[in-house]
Each structure stands twice: as C-alpha cells, then as structure tokens.
C-alpha cells in the first residue's frame, strides 16, 4: 500500500515554476531517493509534504496523499498532529533538532508527552531504549545537554526522537551532508535498520548519488523541479536513460581505475545548477 | 546630469541629490537674504508677517526671514562641520582598534565604554559648560559624545570582516594591512556609516539647538535657531511667532534627515539580502 | 644552504597548538616537488585547514620549518613575509566568502597582480601593461565570460566564482597553489568540472598543487600521492597504485569502505 503518494504537484514562486508537474510514490517499507542538486525544488518537495511550505511558495495544482487521505489543504493544526506522528523529519541542520538549553531526555518526554498518554516510567523506558537503538549509550545521552554530544551523536539522537513514535514517513533532507564520510555511513545505515524495524517508508533527499547508492530502493532524479528519471535504483544506476542522470553519476571520480578526465555535459547554464 | 540623478535607483544618489539642493540653497543665502540679520531697527520692532518682512521682525526690528535663513547657514552648516570631525576620528579607530584587536582593542573599548556609559546630553552639557559658552566650545562637547558611536559601528564591521576568506586572501595577495584596511574595510563600512550619519545629523541639530537654547551655545546677537527661541521666549504672549518659526525650521530639518536616514537604511538592508545570497 | 633538488615546499616537523595547547597540528613533515599534485585527506576537525593555513603562514608556527626552494619561510620576519610568499597561492572552500561582496570581479581578480608590480608573467607577454586584456585573459584560462568583469559577486554562481578565485590564484604564476577543499561547497556536476579545469591548468603552466579534501575519491583522482590527516597526524601516506594494499592503515581502509559503497 502506498503511504505517501503525490501528484501532479505543481509550485511556484510567483511566475517562476518550482515544482513542475512531480509525481511520486512510496510504499511501506520503501526507500526513496530524491536526488538533484541546490535549485532543483527537493528540499521544497520535502518540506510541501509536512506542512511547511515557506509563505512566498503556492501550490498551483497536485495532491499530496498520506495513506489514501489528501493533506494537501489542511489546516496548521491538523499538520501538526500529523508531523512526529505520522510524517518526522531529519534536516541537515541536526543543531536544530534539539533546542540548546534543555536536556535531551527532557525533549524526548516532551515530545512524547504531547502525543501520548503514556505513564512517565513508560515514556522514560521507551526513550532509553531508542537513544540505545541509536548506538548511543542511553543513560548518559537522556542526562547531557544537545552541546555536550558531538554533530554525529546529535544527528543520532535526532534520528531517534523522529523515529520513536513509529511514523508512517521519515523525511530525511540531506542528513548527511554536514557529517564526516564515516559518520554518514554509520547514519545512513542506522536509518536504514530502523526501516527495517519499524516498516516505515523513508524519503532521502540528497544532493549526492553516493549516499544513496546503497541503501535506496528506487531513486529519482530532480532537476529544475521536473523528475527527469524516476525508477529502480539498479536499473537507473546501471543504464541511466537522461544524459543529467548519466552527468551525475560520472562526476563521481571512481576510486579504481580512475580516469585523467571527469565526464561533464553542458546540457544547461551553469548557474541554475550551483549552490551560491 | 540631474536627470539622471533624478531617475536613477541607486541608494547614494538620492543623498547626493538631498545634499546637492541643501547646499545649494545654503550657498546662495548671501543672495536670497532680503536684509541684515544683525541689522537692528527699535522703529520696526515685533512688526507681523507683511509683504516687506516675510515672516516679520523680532523684538529688536530685526527681519525674522533673514535671521532664519542665516541661521539655517549656521545650524546645518556647523552640525555637518561637527559630523565631519565625528567621523574622522570614529573612523579610524575603529578601523584600528578592530583590525589590530588584542590588547589595542581592549584598551580602545574601555575609553569607548567610558563614553557610552553616560548620556549624550549630559556629557554635553557639563561638557561645553566647563569649557565655557561658545560655538568652537560647543562643537567640541558634541564631537566627543558623537565619535564614540562610529567607532563602535566601524569596529563591530571589522571584526566580522576580517575572518573571511577573502581577507586571507588579500594577504596571500601580498597586500599590507593599510591596504586591507582602505581597499577592503572601507567599502564595507561606507554603507552602515552613512545610514548612521544621515540619522545623526539630525540629533546633532537638535543638541545644538538645544545647548544654544540653554545658552551654552552661540550667543545671543548670532542668529543660531536655538539662540533664537531663546531671546524669542520672552515675548511669548506677544508674539509668538518668535519661537514658533525657528522651532517649526528645526523640526521641518530634523524631519528630512531622519527620513533620509530612514530611506538609506531601508535600501541598505535589502542589498545585504541580495549581498547575502 | 639545504640541499632541495626537485622539491618547492618543504615542511619539517610542523606543530600548531591551539590557545588551550591542544595540538591541531602535530608535528607534520610533507615535501610537494615540482608540477605534482599532493593530495591530503582528513575528515573535519582534523587539523588540515590549520595545517594549510600554517603553510600559508597565515598562522605562526609553534615549531618545525618550512622551506620554500631554498628560503626558509619560517625564519622569515613579519615585515618580508609578503615577499617570501609570492610563490604561493591559494584557493579556499567557500568562494563565497573569499570574494569581497562589495568589490567587482575586475578588481577581485586583479588583486594580487595590483599589489605586486614586480611580478610579469610570461602568459601576459605581448600586453604586460594593459590590465584589462590581463583580466580578460585570465578569465579565458578558467572558461568565464569576460562580461562578468563588472559584475558583482552575487551575480555568479559558485562554481563561476571559484573559476575566478582559482585565476586570481594563477595569475601571479605561483610555483604551488594550496587548495583547501576547493570543491566542498558546490553541486557535484560543478566539482567534476572545476578538477578538470583544475587538472588542465596544471598541464599547461605546470604548477605544483596540495590538494586538501575529506572527499578520498577526488583525491585520488586528483594526486599521484596522498597522505591521510587524523587528528594532527600523518597516519598514512601512499602512492595511488598503493592505495587498495594490505600495507595501508586501518583508518585509510575505513575511509576506503566508505567511498567504495
């Protein structure tokens, strides 16, 4: 069954076209990656889903349907019972998962405080038990403030407290992107166990075909807010059919047998394909 | 080339055009001025508004239209003087003091505390009163409250500055440091000072104004706006357009500045967001 | 007089402590000869931006020497520093950052040809005096359009406002430029355009590279011989026909699993 399904989503930023006509579908259990570089409307597909569109953006047309139910025109109220619950994020910017003052223990009980109505022994227990699932050592974190933790634990926990009510749809927008190499592997792979414990579906957005290469099911490549490839990520890596999705996973200078020169197509201008 | 003043968008350009039009009619008061400011007449005295007397005579036969114009010469003339000096010496030690930083810095920032730590009017005040009456004493009590907040701005901007990359850079480039300073601070500190100084000038009006008025300022026979409602006081009931008049000038040219200010600021802000990208 | 032969930069021994005396650098020895490409990896925090730093000397050295040909750089005083360091250049992580918001590209670019008149390129002769047909030049070299000579830096992108930051860095002819993690900030379909670019110029004009990443892969594609940077040190250093052998340390083969997968 399909937990998230979009489409035909159309946005704009006035007459600038953001998101142009993306349909996409995920399945429980599934890991989607939504590949494209700064500019092609990911992170603004990501962020339509939960609610959190930026006021400058409208919606010209589409639906967004979570398990069959269109969330498309709700209201702030209803989004928010529905994010944490059914629909968690994880951002790059793992800082501000957490807020600086409060105790991680203290965020968790919180949080599952305002969406429960859990006894505090079981909300202590469940919490132990998910920082512990993170590979980080459970006791210690529940009492250490966000500063004491080092960016991977932080992205950790962080990656605990949008998983521990067992939503539905993780959302991760490049949550790697400001960690080492190593970290990422490890974060990557612990996103990856938690999928397969919980059966929730997972949409990873990244600018980076690496991250993705292991663990995603399907993939689809965004470029200027159109999906230019959309499939089975073996099918894609293998014989991709766009000549940007081919651009892509050339400019990945391979470690063996490595080449003097990198393939790299002039297919659009270069500025509205850069970050700034 | 006016006309390309008037139509063009850029921030500056405005100020230039303000200025221009200020000067302009500051310069030609010479021309303008229908009499003597200082030209006293017992015969014509506390005369009403009239063909003759634009705006009058005082209570000495003085006509009022000409001592306003004079006085406008004086005001904004001596406030611009006062800003000039303000920023010559906020400027640089800032630049200084920020760029340098270490114990410099410390030991520039304690003076500067110093400063901030008492009120502007005050300081004025005990200030230009130990020195004594006098507009040369005046100038020096407001130029030393005033410096301090240029310094500060300057600094602030170079602190952030000197971190980036760019800076690193202009020193691989083999520039020395007063060259850092004048090719790279410069430019960026131009814009916050200007917004800055823009919406001084008008409390440096008011303060001159005001210590004149108290009589710590220019002295009586001058036709200084805050010497004017001084003497102008007096004969309230009777005519009041003695102190109405200065006082409506140093309110319609308080008023322009601060929107001048405001506008700069305003435009300032949206390029940093563009600058920001 | 040290005996150099082929080698530009030679660092021995190097150590940076911080304010609190923890070490960023710990004793760190490299040589980069003539017309290579040093390659350096090390994930964030491991000391490499300092290390590039020092060897700027942008940072004053605790301990250890450096040797540009046959000048010792750190017995050099304050004062003739920005003589002694005309043969080295560099190009930083975020572009943005390391060109002034509020001066045009001519000027940006022109900078280090400004300040120093004495050095003449040979790839300027014919028009040594004309500054403009200078800066047009060097942009040509990195493939950018010469109308962006009035522009401001807002109005590129970034990967254009590295290809200017990387012709500033040649136009003064350096004998080493340092890149400090110079593709970090931009879209991969840029970076894979910027190491070309990068890879050309350093066939043409046969300039000596250091090239600093946490990205293994483009290290490697990059540089003939890598060294590996944990926590201050020099943990590993190969050749790129060693880079998969038994031989190499397991903090090398871990990051060797990542890039791989």
Known sequence: ?????????????????????????????????????????????????????????????????????????????????????????????????????????????????????????????????????????????????????????????????????????????????????????????????????????????????????????????????????????????????????????????????????LLTINTEKEKEVTIV | MIQTLLLSRNPYRVVILVLLALSVILMTVPVLVPFDPNHVDMGNRLQPISVEHLLGTDHLGRDLFSRILVGAQTTVGTSIFVLSIALLI????????????????????????????????????????????????????????????????????????????????????????????????????????????TLDIGKIILMIAALSYIGLGAQPPSPEWGAMLNEGKSFFYNAPQLMIIPGLSIMIIVFIFNLLGDYLRDRFDVKDQKGGL | MKLVGNSILTAK??????????????????????????GLVGESGCGKSTLARCLLLLERLDEGEIWLKETPLHEVHRGTIRKARKEIQAVFQNPTASLNPKLKIMDSL?????????????????FQNDRLKKAEYLLDMVGISKTYLHSYPHELSGGQKQRVLIARALSIEPSLIILDEPTASLDVSIQAKILNLLKDLQDQLGVSYLFISHDLAAVNFMSNRMMVMQQGKIVDECTKQDLFSDERHTYTRQLLHVFES
């Open chain 2, 90 to 197: 906020g400027i640089p030690i800032g630049l200084i003091s920020g760029y340098i930083g270490g114990r410099i810095d410390r030991m520039m920032m304690r003076v500067v505390d110093a400063f901030l730590a008492f009120p502007d009017y005050l300081v004025a005040i005990v200030l230009s009163g130990l020195l004594g009456p006098g507009m040369i004493n005046l100038v020096i009590a407001i130029v030393t409250v005033k410096w301090v907040g240029y310094t500060r701005l300057v600094r602030s901007t170079v602190l952030s500055e000197k971190q980036k990359d760019y800076i690193a850079g202009a020193k691989i480039n083999g520039l020395s440091s007063f060259q850092i300073l004048l090719k790279h601070m410069i430019p960026h500190i131009l814009g916050n000072v200007m917004v800055l100084a």
């Open chain 1, 1 to 261: 069954m399909s937990v998230l399904k979009i489409e035909n989503l159309t946005i704009k930023k006035q007459e600038e076209t953001i998101v142009d006509n993306v349909c996409i579908d995920i399945k429980a259990g599934e890991w989607l990656a939504l590949v494209g570089e700064s500019g092609s409307g990911k992170s603004v597909t990501a962020t339509v889903i939960g609610g959190l569109l930026p006021k400058a953006l409208k919606i010209e047309s589409g639906n967004i349907l979570l398990e069959n139910q269109n969330i498309l025109n709700l209201n702030e109220r209803a989004f928010r019972k529905i994010r944490g619950k059914q629909i968690s994020y994880i951002f790059q910017d793992y800082q501000g998962a957490f807020s600086p003052f409060i105790k991680i223990g203290k965020q968790f009980d919180e949080m599952l405080a305002s969406h429960t109505t859990w006894k505090k022994r079981e909300r202590v227990e469940l919490t132990l038990h998910m920082l512990d699932s993170v590979n980080l050592s459970a006791q210690q974190v529940y009492n250490n403030y966000p500063f004491q933790l080092s960016g991977g634990q932080v992205q950790r926990a962080a990656i605990a407290i949008a998983t521990i009510l067992k939503p539905k749809l993780l959302i991760a927008d490049e949550p790697t992107t400001a960690l080492d190499s190593l970290t990422s592997l490890k974060v990557l792979e612990l996103i990856y166990n938690l999928k397969e414990q919980t059966g929730c579906a997972v949409l990873f957005i990244t600018h980076d075909l690496r991250h993705v290469k292991k663990y995603a099911n399907n993939l689809s490549i965004m470029l200027r807010g159109k999906l230019v490839e959309y499939g089975d990520k073996k099918e894609i890596v293998e014989k991709p059919k766009h000549e940007y999705t081919k651009q892509l996973l050339s400019a990945i200078p391979p470690l063996r047998n490595s080449p003097t020169r």
């Open chain 3, 110 to 126: 022109m900078e280090a040809l400004d300040f120093q008149k004495d050095i003449q390129p040979c790839f300027f002769n014919g």
């Open chain 3, 13 to 38: 021994n190097i150590t940076k402590k911080y304010a609190c005396g923890h070490k960023a650098v710990d004793s760190i020895s490299l040589e980069i000869n003539k017309g290579e490409c040093l």
